[in-house]
């Protein structure tokens, strides 16, 4: 039997949920029940058989990424997802014994590809009131630290760091490399990617997975500057984005209106659900995403497992410390968030 590297020995495997979806009401994974823009959906249904047998090209798909953005084509790189592009920023920047500050719970490919790579994450705890933790963050960057990771708005927290202190910790981490990773932005209705100016170790990252309602394309991509750009292109595999996520991200991205139309229903269906949780006495924290934790405490795992026998799926996120008394419940559309808060308002009066 071949060996793998001995440093993989202590890593367990990130595995997906096992068995059929089909039939249950996903409110664990984060996707739009939006869907995709109609443009793009229109390109995949007339996709050419052609451009099956041809490999990809990225040229149009990084011209209208860069003009809406407002930056040069030199300074966007595309992945197979979001975590594609996650693992070409290790492979680029980081070497075995590397530090690596990351907010704590942060998306996990960021400390899964960081330890991949035999660096040393820096764990930063959230606290109990699940606000950013910005000074503790700043206590612990200092000379040795290579890299900085910010997810904002946070997943799985759902809150948001203020501008002037994502600048002060971009500030206190000047001679480090710097990710930002802005897949929930635009829930948010707020974008830092302006700070490129400020700040040339600044990478940030985009994901098609989210609004844009592409997660089963894979497509994301990098901002930044040229020389940051053209160190992950020396190490992105040149063929990894698929021509019909090329096609399909083109007519997605400059479908904006459509963009808006799914954050607008997304924000009220929000309030919805907070406004439900309530009438039941259930506790929600304010998001800037389009998921929602909700504090069922003590019973949190019975409400999972409860929830599930219903073919109502949630993500358990009460394995993290700081998340010990939640569950995190994308949003759905009004008759899915329906079916959620009447399902747990049946479930809470046998508890």
Not at 72 to 84: H, I, L, R, S, Y
Not at 280 to 307: P, Q, W, Y
Request: proline share 5%; net charge positive; with cysteine.
């Amino acid at each position: 039997m071949v060996k793998a590297r001995k440093h993989l020995d202590a890593f367990a495997p990130y595995l997906l949920p096992s068995g059929t979806w089909k039939g249950k009401l996903r409110l664990n994974m984060n996707e739009s029940h939006w869907h995709c823009s109609p443009k793009a959906l229109e390109v995949i249904r007339n996709f050419d058989p052609a451009d099956l047998s041809n490999y990809p090209q990225y040229g149009e798909l990084v011209e209208k990424i860069a003009v809406h953005h407002g930056v040069g084509t030199d300074q966007v790189v595309a992945g197979n997802g979001a975590d594609d592009v996650i693992t070409l920023i290790m492979e680029a920047f980081i070497e075995p014994g590397d530090e690596i500050v990351a907010q704590c719970p942060t998306y996990p490919m960021f400390p899964i590809m960081g330890r991949l790579k035999q660096g040393k994450i820096i764990d930063v705890p959230y606290g109990l009131d699940l606000k950013f933790p910005v000074e503790r963050m700043l206590d612990v960057i200092n000379d040795k630290t290579r890299m900085v990771t910010v997810v904002n708005p946070a997943n799985p927290a759902g809150t948001s760091i203020s501008r002037q202190d994502l600048i002060r910790i971009f500030e206190k981490a000047k001679n480090s490399i710097l990710i930002l990773d802005e897949a929930y932005s635009q829930y948010a209705g707020i974008t830092h990617i302006d700070l490129l100016s400020k700040f040339p170790n600044l990478i940030v990252i985009y994901s098609f997975a989210k609004v844009y309602g592409m997660a089963g394309l894979r497509l994301g991509y990098a901002v930044s500057h040229r020389q940051n750009i053209e160190a992950l292109q020396k190490v992105v595999l040149p063929l990894a984005v698929n021509s019909l996520a090329v096609k399909a991200g083109i007519q997605a991205i400059q479908d904006q209106d459509f963009v808006k139309k799914v954050v607008a229903e997304i924000r009220s269906e929000k309030e919805f659900l907070i406004a439900e949780a309530e009438k039941i006495g259930l506790e929600t924290v304010r998001s800037d995403t389009n998921f929602l934790l909700f504090k069922f405490g003590k019973h949190c795992l019975t409400m999972l497992a409860e929830l599930e026998n219903r073919n109502i799926l949630v993500r358990n996120t009460c394995k993290f410390p700081e998340l010990k008394d939640y569950l995190r419940v994308t949003i759905g559309r009004r008759n899915e968030n329906m079916q959620f808060i009447k399902a747990v308002a049946e479930i809470m009066k046998k508890l």
